[in-house]
Every structure is written in structure tokens, then in C-alpha cells.
Antibody
């Protein structure tokens, strides 16, 4: 059974940093592109980052480019999202997702609140 | 960026009724490999999204055949035949053809 379990969320002040983790199991992690998607409270879904199987290629929307960094450790079947220079508009539930013709499996999500 | 216009924003249905949700993209979603990367997802209350359909019309494993997807190029439809209580929640379309990937704003399916 595919499982994606996020961790690392919490309350952080504007301008500070936070690193999210996603532990994957139930599939060969190194064979799949992976992604982060977020959802602001009571809002829709926004794609945040994608990483290739080896980690050599990464993709971001303009809203986070230069502030967020996606990475992975295939030996640990883990995905990460380093978030720097956080803003109040980054407040959201962050989901880890597997890519296969779109986002086929999602984690349960982790809440990040950016507030002073 | 590709804009995904999803309608209606909400639907009030009775159990057993059939409904359709529309998703229109601002650009063709046909990729260079000739595939069309259009997904439909359901987010049940308090849950993470779950994919139902990929590549316009292919059902994910375990998804009831009451769900069907159709369309091409820029115009797509999700149909639910004989709505059941477990189908309630917010439906999203997603395009995975062009970066950045973009979602529709969602359609909330509620009980009448």
C-alpha cells in the first residue's frame, strides 16, 4: 500500500525558515517524480514544487521560486521541502504527492502557519 | 499559466441523481507526446485529495464506474451517475501538461 507521511509543520514567524519531510513507503520511491502541493485555509489547491527521480531536475511556480527548495533522498525514500523567507501567504496545508500522469497518491498533509 | 475554469462552483444533488462538472482550459492540454494530462480529484470533507481519473477518461484503481471523464483539447467533463453519499466533497480538475501545473477552483457537491 502506497503511503506518504508528511512531518515538520508548525508555527513560524515571517521571514524565517522551515523544512518539511515526507516519508514514502509501499512503492519504489526512486522510480517516481515527486511533488509538493499546498492548500491555504478554505482555499483551492496550488502546485508548489516537483523533483525528478534522481533529483537533478526541479520545477517551481513563480510564487515560491528562489525561496523554496525541493530535494529527495532515495536511499531513505524521503522527500523534503526547504522553505525560506516565509510569508503569511505561505500559510497552508502542504501535501506530498507522487507523480504518475498527474498526482496519483497524496499524503495526509501537514499544516504550516506563518504568523508573528 | 494555463487557467482552468471549472463550473459550476457548487452543486446540490439528491442521492441517485446524475451530475456533470465542466472544466475548460485556456490552452490545449494535448502534450508533445500526444497525451492529454487532465486529472479529476475528489477532496472529501477533512481529507486529502484523492485522484479519480487521469488522462481525461482513465479511472484510477478502485474508483467506481459511476465516474466517467470525457473531453479533448480544452474542454473536459466529469460525470457522476447515480450519486452516492460517499461522493460528496469538492471536485478539482488538474492539468499536468504545462508547467506550472494548475488546478480548477473546485466544485462543491452537496446533498439536497
Amino acid at each position: 500500500e502506497v503511503q506518504l507521511v508528511e512531518s515538520g509543520g508548525g508555527l513560524v514567524q515571517p521571514g524565517r525558515s522551515l523544512k518539511l519531510s515526507c516519508a514514502a513507503s509501499g512503492f519504489t520511491f526512486s522510480n517516481y517524480y515527486m511533488a509538493w502541493v499546498r492548500q491555504a485555509p478554505k482555499k483551492g489547491l496550488e502546485w508548489v514544487a516537483t523533483i525528478s527521480t534522481s533529483g537533478s531536475r526541479t520545477y517551481y511556480p513563480d510564487s515560491v521560486k528562489g525561496r523554496f527548495t525541493i530535494s529527495r533522498d532515495n536511499a531513505k525514500s524521503s522527500l523534503y521541502l526547504q522553505m525560506n523567507s516565509l510569508k503569511s501567504e505561505d500559510t497552508a496545508t502542504y501535501y506530498c504527492a507522487r507523480l504518475r500522469y498527474g498526482f496519483d497518491y497524496w499524503g495526509q498533509g501537514v499544516m504550516v502557519t506563518v504568523s508573528s | 499559466d494555463v487557467v482552468m475554469t471549472q463550473t459550476p462552483p457548487s452543486l446540490s444533488v439528491a442521492i441517485g441523481q446524475s451530475v456533470s462538472i465542466s472544466c475548460k482550459s485556456s490552452q490545449s492540454l494535448v502534450a508533445s507526446d500526444k497525451n492529454t494530462y487532465l486529472n479529476w480529484l475528489l477532496q472529501s470533507p477533512g481529507r486529502s485529495p484523492k485522484r479519480l481519473i487521469y488522462q481525461v477518461s482513465k479511472l484510477d484503481s478502485g474508483v467506481p464506474d459511476r465516474f466517467s471523464g470525457s473531453g479533448s483539447e480544452k474542454d473536459f467533463t466529469l460525470k457522476i451517475s447515480r450519486v452516492e453519499a460517499e461522493d460528496l466533497g469538492v471536485y478539482y480538475c488538474l492539468q499536468g501538461t504545462h508547467l506550472p501545473y494548475t488546478f480548477g477552483a473546485g466544485t462543491k457537491l452537496e446533498l439536497k
